[in-house]
């Protein structure tokens, strides 16, 4: 059994339902240390929604860090410290979805089971399989060259899978208040469509949610002049909402969205016109589009329409884009090498932790293996995929390491 695919089972092994870490990060960590990170647990929240969070940086370039935040001559020994390294992160999730009914599983979720060429359990895919290429990845890579020039770290969360508000983000904002510097981030989040290397993901969209209120006034429905039905007052506004052209989208991006996703309205009698429409929507935007623009479009819409209401909005995450690049060219390479694929750039499916670590790191994308079973009944990696999985995070640090500012 190769190191990556036992340290996979291990990972998998772990009933860590969101926010549960039960023990993976403690598992990384003993892996880590011996190889000279500094593993630093930044836990967040409370009681059963203690979230656990690792940030471990190979401790041979924390003078660097060490210097920068000193008082004396900081310009000079940052530019100093930038020149000798560059810090690459790997970045990703221990926290897994639910497993549903487990007896329609074949074989237990959380006992990793090989068959047929596949490897079976909760997490899989979606990404204990993708931790596990990294961090053996990171030990053949320090066991050919034990003094890289080029800073290595790593930052795991158990809530990504949860609200997302005590994991990747909380870790982010406490190595902005230090200055810690981070040039390049790879998220191992499940990529690839049909092959692993076939797609990598340079950018999400943004999501921002309204929950809007439309107000009427309630009545018998026998005597619809004594009422007001809101939602007869909001059919022509949704029909505008929903074919409104909000952006064109861009080379890397799709259109901008709006969807309903919820309505509600009536008190379930048939004799009784509402007197309130609930209405839930998001916008899925990219980076044509801003949450401000796009709310001030929808609250000038809803007046011209003449409706009473109220609405609240919640930014879910902010799109990022990583142009092509450095990182993007050498990820590519490197995903060559081990596949002979050329990989495609991708913007599409839902948000992931790669928007919070984009506000503190210019060049962030997402790669990993096949996504097809993620989330499902019987989540399930390919055997065979792991090693050239491990091949391409290693490629990348090969690479990287002969990189300078």
């Known amino acids: 059994m190769s190191s990556t695919l036992h340290l996979a089972e291990q990972l998998i092994s772990q009933p860590s339902v969101t926010p549960l870490d039960a023990g993976c990060l403690d598992i990384i960590a003993a892996r880590l240390a011996p190889l000279g990170f500094v593993c630093e647990r930044m836990d967040s929240g409370a009681g059963s929604m203690r979230v656990c969070n690792l940030w471990a940086k190979l401790k041979g370039f924390s003078h660097f860090d060490q210097q ?43 006992t990793p089971t090989q068959r047929g060429g596949m490897l079976y359990g ?61 040039d390049y981030c790879i998220v191992g989040e499940p990529t690839s469509v049909d092959r ?39 059919a022509p506004a949704l029909a505008e909402l929903a074919a409104t052209h909000w952006d064109a989208g861009n080379a890397f991006f799709p259109a901008t969205q709006w969807q309903v996703s919820n309505m509600h309205a009536g008190t379930g009698a048939s004799n009784v016109i509402p007197g309130e429409l609930m209405v839930d929507f998001n916008f899925r935007f990219c980076t044509e589009s801003t949450p401000e623009g796009l709310q001030q479009r929808v609250g000038a819409l809803l007046d011209a329409h003449g409706l009473t209401y109220e609405l609240k909005w919640t930014v879910g995450g902010l799109p990022f884009l990583t142009q092509p690049g450095p990182l993007v060219e050498v990820l590519r390479g490197a995903i060559k090498t081990a596949t002979g694929l050329e990989t495609a750039l991708s913007t599409t499916g839902g ?44 490629g990348v640090l090969t690479r990287l390491s002969g990189i300078h500012p």
């Open 351 to 394: 948000t992931s932790d790669g928007r919070f670590i984009a506000k503190i790191c210019a060049q962030v994308v997402e790669f990993g293996p096949v996504n097809a079973t993620i989330h499902q009944i019987d989540e399930r990696v390919e055997i065979a995929s792991l090693e050239p999985l491990k091949d391409i995070y290693k």
């Open 122 to 182: 909760r997490g899989a895919a979606d990404m204990k399989s993708s931790i596990a290429a990294m961090v053996v990845a990171v030990e053949e890579f320090l066991a050919m060259q034990p003094e890289p020039d080029l800073s290595i770290a790593f930052l795991l969360t158990s809530d990504e899978e949860g609200p997302a508000r005590d994991g990747t983000v909380k870790v982010c904002e406490a190595l902005t208040a230090r200055g810690e510097v981070l």
């Open 68 to 110: 920068i935040r000193a008082q004396e001559a900081p310009y000079l020994i940052a530019s100093q410290a930038r020149t000798l390294a560059k810090t690459l992160v790997f970045a990703g999730h221990t926290d897994v979805v639910p497993t549903g009914p487990t007896m329609q599983w074949r074989s237990d979720p959380f």
């Open 196 to 234: 692993l290397g076939d797609t990598i993901k340079n950018g999400r969209r943004g999501t921002m949610s309204g929950k809007l209120t439309v107000k009427g006034l309630q009545g018998h429905i026998a005597y619809p002049h004594l009422a007001k039905n809101p939602v007869h007052l909001f």
